[in-house]
Nanobody, 121 residues
């Protein structure tokens, strides 16, 4: 069984920084990509940043230049360093991964349970 476990959310003042981490555990055979999505009440979940196993990154325009995504492939972790935070960054942040497990040996998308990030003005 595969699990994505997030950590690092919390409350921060505008202009501050937070670092989110996510580790993939369990029967992980390989990871194609990992990323962070975010969602606010009444809105669709949207991509914040993603990174492929080859290191290619993709950022939402709204976070470009302020957020940095990184990975540790050995530890099966993905991190999101967030700086210059704004109140509009307030959301539940979800870790995602496209990975293959050792049981079904099929590529699937997995999600973490989410971590709250609140930016006060």
């Amino acid at each position: 069984q595969v699990q994505l476990v997030e950590s690092g959310g919390g409350l921060v003042q505008a202009g501050g920084s937070l670092r989110l981490s996510c580790v993939a555990s369990g029967s992980v055979f390989g990871i194609r990509a990992m990323g962070w999505y975010r969602q606010t009440p009444g809105k669709q979940r949207e991509l914040a940043a993603s990174i492929t196993s080859g290191g290619f990154t993709n950022y939402a325009d709204s976070v470009l230049g302020r957020f940095t995504i990184s990975q540790d492939k050995i530890k099966k972790t993905v991190n999101l360093q967030m700086s210059g935070l704004k109140p509009e960054d307030t959301a539940v942040y979800y870790c995602s991964a496209t990975l293959r497990d050792t049981v079904a040996y099929q590529w699937k998308d997995y999600w973490g349970q989410g971590t709250q990030v609140t930016v006060s003005s």
